[in-house]
C-alpha cells in the first residue's frame, strides 16, 4: 500500500477539547467569508497550517493546487509568524499561502461550485485565470472530471485541499478519486491537507450498488462514512477503487487535536447552499429531497434545512423559493411550498428518513413524487440503490428500513477501520 502519513504517537493519543455532544459557542459565523471576523482559540489545527510538515516535500517543485474556497488558512496561525498588534481572525487562500511563501505553484484545479465557490450546484464550471494571482483555473466539473495528461505535463506534485462534509453524495470526494487516478497513472505525487469531517461523528446510510455508481457515489460506502478525507483517500488507495488497481504516490498531512467525535465549525461555507452548520449536520437527511418533485430550500435562507411542495398543502410551514447566490433558478420558484422547517432540530447523529416519508405519505400532486434524470430516479442515485425507493413507496417504517442496512454498515465498519488516522 503506497502511502505515507506524517503522525506521531502523541498525535495518535491526542483528542480535542471539542467533544461531541458539548455545546460549542464560535466566536464567528460559520457563513462569514473570513475576511472580518473575531480572533477566536482555534482547537484543531488543519493539515493546510502545518507547511512545516509538507513545505519541504515541495519547495523548488512545480506545483497543481487542488482546492476552492474552502482551502484557506487562518492569518494569525504561528507557523506564519505573521500576529499582528491588534489582530483579527482573517482566512485567506492557501493558494495566496504558497505565494507568499514562494513556492511553484503553476495552476490550480477547482471542483463543483468553483475556485472562488459561487457557482450553483449541478452548474458546468468553467476554466480560465484567477484575477487575484493571474494563474490559470482548470475546472474539474462538467465534462472535464478528471484532470488530463496535457494538463498534468511538467508538474512534479499535487496538492488537495477541500473541505468535504461528509456525505457521499457530497462530489468532492469524487474529485478526490479522479485526481488521484491522473496522479497515479502520471507517476505525480499527491498529497492530502487534511481537514475535519463536521459529520465524522457516526456511519449511516445504505451502501452503494455497483449498479448505480455516478459522481454522486462512486465507491461501496454508506451515504455517510465517518472519515476525513485524508482517510478517504487512504481507502481509496487501499480497496484498490482506482482504474485497474493502480495506486497513487499519496501522503496524508494530518490534523490536529482532532477526533472523530469533535464536533467541529466550519469557518468558511463549504458549497453555497450549507450557509451554516445546521444545513451541513442536515444535509446527509435532506440531500433526499433533491430527489421529489418540490423543494430542499434552494432558493432561501435555508437550504437543506426546510423542505416543501406545492403538493403538501395540508402541512403547515410555508416558503416561497425565489432566486438568490445559491440558486439563479431554483425549483417552484415563486410558488408556494408547503412542507416543513428543521431548522431547530436537535444535531443528529444518524440520518433522518421521518422526514421523508412524512413528505411521501402527505403527497397529493399529480406527478409522482419521485423526480426523474436523464431517464433514472434521482433518489436511487443520491441512495446508491433502488431499495430506498421502493421501501418508501411500499409503506415501510423509518425503522424497518434502517434494519436492512445494519449488516452492510458493520462490514464498511470493519473496512473502514483499517484506513482510520484519528480515534
Known amino acids: ?55 519541504p516535500l515541495v519547495e523548488g517543485k512545480k506545483i497543481a493546487v487542488v482546492t476552492n474556497q474552502t482551502g484557506k488558512v487562518s492569518e494569525l496561525t504561528q507557523l506564519k509568524n505573521k500576529y499582528k498588534k491588534n489582530p ?41 485565470v484567477d484575477d487575484r494571482t493571474g494563474l490559470p483555473v482548470i475546472s474539474l466539473y462538467g465534462k472535464n472530471k478528471k484532470p488530463t495528461a496535457e494538463q498534468l505535463k511538467e508538474l512534479d506534485v499535487i496538492i488537495f485541499d477541500l473541505q468535504d462534509v461528509g456525505a457521499r453524495f457530497y462530489t468532492y470526494i469524487s474529485t478526490l478519486h479522479y485526481v488521484m487516478e491522473a496522479a497515479a497513472e502520471n507517476d505525480i505525487p499527491l498529497i492530502v491537507l487534511d481537514r475535519p469531517n463536521p459529520n465524522g461523528h457516526y456511519v449511516d446510510g445504505p451502501v452503494l450498488r455497483p449498479k448505480f455508481k455516478s459522481f454522486v457515489g462512486m465507491h461501496p460506502v454508506p451515504v455517510v462514512y465517518g472519515m476525513t478525507i485524508g482517510e478517504y483517500a487512504q481507502m481509496i488507495n487501499g480497496e484498490s477503487w482506482l482504474a485497474n488497481g493502480i495506486k497513487c504516490d499519496l501522503t496524508v498531512v494530518p490534523l490536529k487535536n482532532y477526533s472523530h467525535k469533535s464536533k467541529y465549525s466550519l469557518p468558511i461555507k463549504p458549497s453555497p447552499n450549507l450557509p451554516n ?118 409503506g415501510w417504517a423509518a425503522e424497518q428500513i434502517k434494519a436492512t442496512w445494519h449488516e452492510e454498515l458493520e462490514e464498511f465498519k470493519s473496512v473502514r477501520e483499517k484506513y482510520l488516522i484519528y480515534d
Not at 405519505?361 to 426523474?372: A, L
Request: net charge neutral; charged share 25%; glycine share 8%.
Open 1 to 55: 500500500m503506497k502511502f505515507k502519513i506524517f503522525l506521531s504517537l502523541s498525535l495518535l493519543l491526542c483528542s480535542s477539547n471539542f467533544m461531541f455532544g458539548q455545546e460549542i459557542k464560535p466566536k464567528y459565523n460559520a457563513v462569514d467569508d473570513g475576511q472580518k471576523v473575531e480572533l477566536i482559540s482555534r482547537q484543531i489545527v488543519v493539515g493546510a497550517e502545518q507547511p512545516e510538515l509538507y513545505f
Open 88 to 128: 483579527v481572525n482573517r482566512y485567506e487562500s492557501i493558494v495566496d499561502f504558497f505565494l507568499e511563501n514562494k513556492l511553484n505553484v503553476k495552476k490550480i484545479f477547482s471542483p463543483e461550485h468553483g475556485f472562488r465557490g459561487d457557482a450553483d450546484a449541478g452548474a458546468s464550471v468553467k476554466s480560465g
Open 277 to 394: 452548520d445546521r444545513a451541513i449536520n442536515l444535509y446527509p437527511s435532506t440531500c433526499f429531497f433533491e430527489a421529489f418533485n418540490g423543494s430542499e430550500g434552494r432558493g432561501t435562507d435555508k437550504a437543506f434545512q426546510i423542505y416543501g411542495s406545492p403538493y403538501l398543502k395540508n402541512m403547515d410551514y410555508q416558503f416561497v423559493p425565489k432566486p438568490n447566490s445559491g440558486s439563479k433558478s431554483p425549483r417552484f420558484q415563486g410558488q408556494v411550498c408547503y412542507g416543513e422547517d428543521l431548522s431547530n432540530t436537535t444535531y443528529l447523529s444518524e440520518i433522518n428518513l421521518e422526514w421523508l416519508i412524512k413528505a411521501h405519505r402527505n403527497y397529493e400532486g399529480k406527478e409522482p413524487f419521485w423526480i426523474k434524470n436523464s431517464g433514472e430516479f434521482w433518489i436511487d442515485k443520491l441512495a446508491g440503490t433502488d431499495e430506498l425507493r421502493k421501501q418508501i413507496d411500499a
